[in-house]
């Protein structure tokens, strides 16, 4: 999908200029195929493996969209809907939901299936929450997301009822 040239406010300029982010880095998706190494004990790739492979398209993405070092804060709602098989073909898309101050929710959907199918699978999809910090690891500001489609609404939505729900399961832990 692709975004306004600008990507911020038209005719900002100084500190705030330098807060907008080039076009087309609202996501990213990373593919490949799933390979031996990766299986578990039952012939299916191994979720941590999926999981790293999650972390990494969702760094990439909020790297890009910030244009710093970003560190993960949280990962919530995984859900695991079909194994991969290995000789798979895998295909990871991270897009930003929303942004705070210095953070970015990242909603991650993962596909797969046979290369040479018409159509991959969805086999798992989640939140995953980073944070952009400097080089002491001091989080620092991130462009602002303005969803601008229906379906970027929707994930706005989505990661603000993540955010809300968390905030009341935190008040709430022993």
Same mark, same amino acid.
């Given at each position: 999908?692709?975004? &306004?040239?600008?990507?911020?406010?038209?005719?900002?300029?100084?500190?705030?200029?330098?807060?907008?982010?080039?076009?087309?880095?609202?996501?990213?998706? $990373?593919?490949?195929?799933?390979? !031996?190494?990766?299986?578990?004990? /039952? /012939?299916?790739?191994? /979720?941590?493996?999926?999981?790293?492979?999650? &972390?990494? @398209?969702?760094?990439?993405?909020?790297?890009?969209?910030?244009?710093?070092?970003?560190?993960?804060?949280?990962?919530?709602?995984?859900?695991?809907?079909?194994?991969?098989?290995?000789?798979?073909?895998?295909?990871?898309?991270?897009?930003?939901?929303?942004?705070?101050?210095?953070?970015?929710?990242?909603?991650?959907?993962?596909?797969? /299936?046979? !290369?040479?199918?018409?159509?991959?699978?969805?086999?798992? &999809?989640? $939140?995953?929450?980073?944070? @952009?910090? &400097?080089?002491?690891?001091?989080?620092?500001?991130?462009? !602002?997301?303005?969803?601008?489609?229906?379906?970027?609404?929707? $994930?706005?939505?989505?990661?603000?009822?993540?955010?809300?729900?968390?905030?009341?399961?935190?008040?709430?832990? !022993?």
């Amino acid at each position: 999908m692709s975004r &306004d040239s600008e990507g911020g406010t038209p005719g900002a300029s100084g500190a705030d200029s330098d807060l907008r982010p080039a076009p087309d880095r609202s996501s990213m998706t $990373l593919r490949f195929l799933a390979e !031996p190494s990766s299986v578990n004990f /039952g /012939g299916k790739v191994h /979720g941590g493996a999926l999981m790293k492979w999650i &972390d990494a @398209a969702a760094y990439a993405c909020a790297a890009a969209w910030s244009r710093q070092y970003c560190v993960t804060v949280s990962v919530g709602n995984i859900h695991f809907r079909e194994p991969i098989m290995v000789g798979n073909l895998v295909e990871i898309q991270a897009r930003i939901a929303a942004t705070g101050r210095s953070s970015m929710h990242i909603h991650v959907a993962v596909a797969a /299936g046979d !290369p040479r199918a018409d159509a991959l699978q969805r086999t798992t &999809d989640c $939140l995953i929450v980073f944070v @952009a910090v &400097d080089e002491e690891g001091r989080p620092v500001p991130v462009p !602002p997301f303005v969803p601008a489609t229906p379906y970027e609404h929707r $994930l706005a939505r989505y990661a603000a009822d993540l955010r809300r729900a968390h905030a009341e399961l935190d008040a709430v832990k !022993p």
